[in-house]
């Protein structure tokens, strides 16, 4: 009975699990109030995460750095934590090109958890050591773990794990640091305490845009410094649907002079491998060409092509 006493009275101490007076009244409310009364809480997410910028940057480098020696990063969690790493994970190769065993999610109960929820298999340390361990994750791997209340089990038993194996540890929470108790300190820990939710332990509201911000940062900074990008322009997509296919030709199109026919011809020649074809139709190489070119720096369109512009 101590145990369940000391759990309850921690859970109940918890920022995620307070009421919000903000919201007090927010039963009565007409639609307009209620609308109102969320987007203003929810203006509150940008500036509690803006006073993580420092750890999320240091997150952006060292994944960046696990990247560059063949890592894979991988978020663990569960519920809407769960999904909002899945999501970001599956949105990496159509965006950046990447291999999808690149970025992964871990979800607490499988991919049955991500269409319907789950909720008691996140009770489960076991199950989140588990997904470590199948996934084999090692010394250049990125064990991302998000729990909006900071006390998962699943994402608590997925980040000792990792770091038993010597994989870098990031840990997303929404309670402040001093509410912690985690087993393990993981290397880098972003905590965002975005306060009380309009209703109360609704997570998927601020605490889960908050997770959703530090998770974009993470991924899109470091595929921009594996120059995924160019300029502010994403030039390694996958051409995967039709909107993706114009908009490579309107890349192409923007950074040169062809025209939307040429811009075609260079995608098909180039295999669709946007930045080749962008350079080609910048300089005027050939494929292999430009293939060789992007290698010597590193896949990095813009000093590729500053090496094309001071050769003429």
């Known amino acids: ?146 729990a909006a209340s900071g006390r998962t089990p699943y994402v608590k038993g997925a980040l000792e794990e990792a770091a038993s194996r010597e994989s870098l540890t990031i840990f997303i929470c929404c309670v402040s640091a001093k509410q912690l108790r985690l087993n393990t300190n993981p290397d880098i820990l972003i905590d965002v305490p975005v306060g009380p939710e309009v209703i109360m332990g609704s997570t998927r509201m601020k605490s889960a845009t908050a997770q959703k911000m530090v998770c974009n940062m993470i991924t899109t900074g470091s595929m921009i410094r594996l120059g995924k990008i160019y300029e502010n322009v994403m030039v390694d997509l996958q051409l995967t649907n039709r909107k993706l296919e114009e908009r490579a030709r309107r890349i192409l199109m923007l950074f040169s002079d062809v025209d939307y026919i040429t811009a075609g011809k260079l995608l098909e020649k180039s295999g669709n491998h946007v930045k080749s074809a962008l350079l080609m139709a910048v300089s005027g190489l050939g494929f292999d060409q430009a293939t060789e070119l992007l290698g010597r720096h590193n896949g990095f369109v813009r000093s590729a092509l500053q090496e094309v512009h001071e050769s003429k």
């Not at 109940?12 to 919201?23: G, H, M």
């Not at 809407?80 to 990447?98: M, Q």
């Open 1 to 146: 009975m101590a145990d369940s006493n000391d759990e309850f009275n921690y859970l109940s101490s918890l920022d995620t699990e307070q009421r919000n007076p903000e919201s007090l009244h927010i039963d009565l409310a007409r639609p307009l109030e209620i609308v109102t009364c969320i987007n203003n809480q929810d203006k509150l997410v940008a500036d509690a995460v803006a006073k993580k910028l420092p750890e999320i940057a240091l997150a952006v480098e060292k994944t960046t750095e696990c990247f560059k020696k063949g890592g894979r990063l991988f978020y663990a969690g569960s519920g809407t934590s769960g999904r909002i790493g899945i999501v970001d994970a599956a949105e990496c190769p159509p965006t950046f090109g990447t291999d999808p065993e690149m970025v992964q999610g871990l979800i607490a109960g499988g991919p049955d958890a991500v269409f319907r929820a789950q909720e008691k298999v996140e009770d489960s340390p076991e199950e989140g050591k588990k997904a470590v361990q199948i996934n084999n994750l090692g010394e250049h791997d990125v064990l991302c773990g998000l």
